[in-house]
T-cell receptor, first 112, second 114 residues
Framework: DAKTTQPPSMDCAEGRAANLPCNHSTISGNEYVYWYRQIHSQGPQYIIHGLKNNETNEMASLIITEDRKSSTLILPHATLRDTAVYYC?????????????FGAGTQVVVTP | GAGVSQTPSNKVTEKGKYVELRCDPI?????LYWYRQSLGQGPEFLIY????????DSGLPNDRFFAVRPEGSVSTLKIQRTERGDSAVYLCASRSSGSPDTQYFGPGTRLTVL
C-alpha cells in the first residue's frame, strides 16, 4: 500500500516558489518524511528530511503539518534546473540504513 | 570527489542471455543498494549490502537475479535467462555510515532485452 500521495504533475514559473504537497495520513510517530528528486536520465538526489519540525537547507524547505498527516516541499526560487520528478517518502527512523520506497512522484516542470 | 559510477551505461541483450551490471560506490561507503526503475515509475528496491553481506534481498523478483559484493566495495548485479520484462534502468546507490539518511545514486544502467 502506498504510504504517500502526491499530485502526478505541476508547473511552476521560473523565479517563483514551487510548493509541492504530499499526503501521508497514516504516518506513524517514528516515521520521517524524506524528499528526493530525479532529474531526467540521472539517479535520484536527496533533498531534505524531517520528523515534525520544519527544516531548511540550501536546496529547499520542508513544512510538516502539526498532525504530521501532510507536508510541503518548498523550492524558494525555482530555476529551469529544478525540473525533475520529486518523490516524497515516509520511512521509519530506525530503518535509515535500509531501502527507500519510492512512489510515482510529482513531475515538476519549471517554465521560463 | 567521484560519485557512484555504473557500467555499462546501456546494455542491449537478447532474451535468454546472461548479463552483469557493475556498480562502483563512493569510496569508503559501507552500504550499497540496487534498485530497478521501469518507465514512468519510481525506483523499486532490489537488494541492500552492508559490507560484503546482503542485509536485505527481499526485493529480488526471482532466482534469476543475484548480486554480489565480494570485497565490500564494487558490486555486480547478475541476471540469468533474461526476459523482456527485465528491461528497465538499474540504479545503484551507496551510503556512508556517517551519513545514514542520504543515499547517493549513480546514473543507472539502461537494460534492454530484445
Amino acid at each position: 500500500d502506498a504510504k504517500t500521495t502526491q499530485p502526478p504533475s505541476m508547473d511552476c514559473a521560473e523565479g517563483r516558489a514551487a510548493n509541492l504537497p504530499c499526503n501521508h495520513s497514516t504516518i506513524s510517530g517514528n516515521e520521517y518524511v524524506y524528499w528526493y528528486r530525479q532529474i531526467h536520465s540521472q539517479g535520484p538526489q536527496y533533498i531534505i528530511h524531517g520528523l515534525k519540525n520544519n527544516e531548511t537547507n540550501e536546496m529547499a524547505s520542508l513544512i510538516i503539518t502539526e498532525d504530521r498527516k501532510s507536508s510541503t516541499l518548498i523550492l524558494p526560487h525555482a530555476t529551469l534546473r529544478d525540473t525533475a520528478v520529486y518523490y516524497c517518502i515516509v520511512r521509519v527512523a530506525t530503518d535509515s540504513w535500509g531501502k527507500l520506497q519510492f512512489g510515482a512522484g510529482t513531475q515538476v516542470v519549471v517554465t521560463p | 570527489g567521484a560519485g557512484v559510477s555504473q557500467t555499462p551505461s546501456n546494455k542491449v541483450t537478447e532474451k535468454g542471455k546472461y548479463v552483469e551490471l557493475r556498480c562502483d560506490p563512493i569510496s569508503g561507503h559501507t552500504a550499497l543498494y540496487w534498485y530497478r526503475q521501469s518507465l514512468g515509475q519510481g525506483p523499486e528496491f532490489l537488494i541492500y549490502f552492508q559490507g560484503t553481506g546482503a542485509a536485505d534481498d527481499s526485493g529480488l523478483p526471482n532466482d534469476r537475479f543475484f548480486a554480489v559484493r565480494p570485497e565490500g566495495s564494487v558490486s555486480t548485479l547478475k541476471i540469468q535467462r533474461t526476459e523482456r520484462g527485465d528491461s528497465a534502468v538499474y540504479l545503484c546507490a551507496s551510503r556512508s555510515s556517517g551519513s545514514p539518511d542520504t543515499q547517493y545514486f549513480g546514473p543507472g544502467t539502461r537494460l534492454t532485452v530484445l
